[in-house]
């Protein structure tokens, strides 16, 4: 039944594909110059649903693509058709090395309900810093790429063992992301993942990641391979998840104190994410997305978390992406944790 109903959804984007392009290919005889440009443009689409048979991941790419395509012809006229094409195909090249599923899918397994966080007295705290950034400390692995992965999940909870380690180890390892996709029985590999699943699975098994150089990343997902108990690994103690939704001023507390935080996101908004502070724009209301909460900035007139995402170095402020502190924008207080080495 459900194999029906995707491939007739599939067949109405075809046809909306179709009589898309033939809205925009009436500006091409004013600019001939773009022709071949947006006839190559179009191929790129056509082989991008050639390449990739799922029919719910192509669904997912025209939802955006539709998206862009409709607030682009809404807010110029004519005279800008230019502005107008680059419009309908900047998505394509977004998506290009972008988790297309890792957005549509993130939460197929099953989601968690976190306690929420409550405070516990601890007689006189220290206060907060107005700035605080783990990077400065030297404890924060490279903005990696999941390309065409879902394994954002993955991305995350590794870069905060990477943390967790290099803050108690004082040194920084590069662990296996690739690891956590193929071993992670409780997950989907690169068709998505949970980020409290993966924790209470290196919790519950205390598997070794080992480094990225051993078990390289292949952005889809392989057989589990097993290493001897020998071989250098970082097995985590514990792990903490909590709901500090209302309550970004204790999770503050818990970056400061514990390290980096792997969070899950809306983040149907970020692909085309330039610079500034995210403070609205999330629009699917739901999570989607795993991250790393590196920092926060409390300096300017809006207050920020400073987010490490996993779509490379090119994309956001070097691979990073700001968010603004106090009102669980995105959902980013929603699915909070931390972990301990």
Not at 46 to 53: A, G, K, P, R, V
Not at 166 to 188: F, G, H, M, P
Request: aromatic share 14%.
């Amino acid at each position: 039944m459900f194999w029906k109903f995707s491939h007739k959804i599939c067949f109405m984007e075809w046809l909306w594909l179709f009589f898309s392009f033939r809205k925009s290919l009436h500006f091409l005889p004013t600019f001939p110059t773009q022709s071949i440009s947006v006839l190559s443009e179009i191929l790129e689409i056509l082989t991008f649903i050639l390449e990739h048979n799922d029919c719910f991941k192509i669904l997912e790419f025209f939802m955006d693509f539709r998206m862009r395509y409709n607030l682009v012809v809404a807010t110029v006229d004519q005279s800008s058709s230019k502005i107008v094409l680059r419009g309908i195909f900047f998505v394509v090249h977004r998506f290009k090395d972008v988790c297309v599923l890792c957005l549509a899918i993130y939460l197929r397994s099953m989601p968690h309900k976190l306690p929420r966080y409550i405070k516990v007295p601890n007689g006189k705290e220290k206060p907060l810093p107005k700035k605080f950034d783990w990077r400065d400390k030297k404890v924060i692995a490279e903005v990696r790429n999941q390309q065409t992965c879902g394994g954002c999940w993955a991305f995350s909870v590794v870069g905060g063992i990477e943390s967790a380690y290099a803050i108690k180890r004082n040194t920084l390892e590069e662990l296996s992301v690739q690891q956590v996709i193929d071993c992670s029985y409780n997950n989907y590999g690169c068709s998505g993942g949970s980020t409290v699943s993966a924790l209470s699975w290196l919790n519950q098994t205390k598997v070794k990641l080992v480094r990225d150089s051993e078990y390289t990343f292949k952005a889809q997902t392989g057989l589990c391979h097993y290493f001897d108990r020998s071989d250098f690994g970082v097995s985590i103690t514990g792990f903490a998840a909590y709901d500090f939704s209302g309550q970004e001023e204790e999770m503050m507390r818990m970056l400061v104190s514990w390290g980096p935080l792997a969070v899950t996101v809306d983040a149907v908004s970020w692909q085309d994410y330039l610079g500034g502070i995210i403070q609205y724009h999330c629009s699917s209301g739901r999570a989607n997305h795993a991250v790393l909460i590196t920092g926060f900035d409390r300096t300017g007139s809006i207050p920020y978390w400073i987010v490490q995402n996993s779509w490379g170095p090119t994309w956001g402020i070097d691979g990073y992406v700001r968010v603004k502190m106090g009102s669980n924008v995105c959902g980013i207080a929603d699915t909070v944790s931390a972990v301990f080495v």
